[in-house]
């Protein structure tokens, strides 16, 4: 997975965000510049040794609002996390990031995430470095239990009848909300792979498996049935079993 970000106005690229205009600061209200943001987040995840592979950003027709999203790599083999951000200029919302194995971003305001470290006003005594410094270790510490989580994913082998099972549990009782014509579609992907790294049979490569089926809906119904997955797996009575 990686992060998404939906625009109506067309993505543009980090470089455009230097010419837009910011308006004047007031006696309550400071106005970061989206560039600003942005340079102070690839500095500080830099400073960490962490690795952007891929940004994107959009704006409003004005240019008063930013959304953007970051794909990081953070050593573990086939996986990215993101980061969503978004700022504005206007006063009409607050500096923000969220951060998970999925995201999404869309400029009619949908801004999910698996947590947010970040959520600020523009006040006159805003300290930009500082919030996104005190965002970015808030990402580290809660990046850990999630790595934890897929590495044991990876390792965790299922049976051909657990893994089954499993899709019995999803599609049949109805324990994950996605659309029951995804079941063989997943049943394929996880049965006949088309990736060599998702033949292990393993719990990854069937949450691989249900997240490629997952791409058959629209970008927002696939970022809901994804966020539930990773709960469903979790509670899974099979996969507990294993």
Known sequence: MSGTLMSATGKITRQDLRGLLVPSATGSHQPVPHWQLVDALLETLGSRHIQVVRDEY???????????????????????????????SDK???????????????????????????????????????????????????????????????????????????????????????????????????FRPEHEEFRARTVWSLSNAFTSAFKQLNAVRQFQASAKLGSFLAGSRLIQSV
């Open 58 to 88: 959009a704006v409003s027709p004005d240019g008063m609002k930013m959304f953007g999203v970051l794909d990081l790599e953070y050593g573990i083999t086939g996986v990215n996390f993101s980061i969503g951000v978004r700022n504005a």
């Open 92 to 190: 009409s919302m607050r500096l923000a990031m969220t951060v998970g194995y999925r995201v999404l971003v869309c400029d009619n305001m949908a801004f999910y995430g698996d947590f947010t470290p970040l959520l600020r006003k523009h006040t006159k005594n805003f300290d930009l470095i500082e919030a996104v410094s005190v965002g970015v270790d808030k990402i580290q510490r809660n990046f850990e239990p999630l790595s934890r989580q897929i590495t044991t994913w990876q390792e965790r082998r299922l049976t051909d009848d657990q893994a089954k099972l499993v899709l019995y549990e999803a599609f049949v009782e109805g324990r994950l909300q996605a659309p029951r014509n995804l079941l063989s579609v997943v049943h394929r992907q996880y």
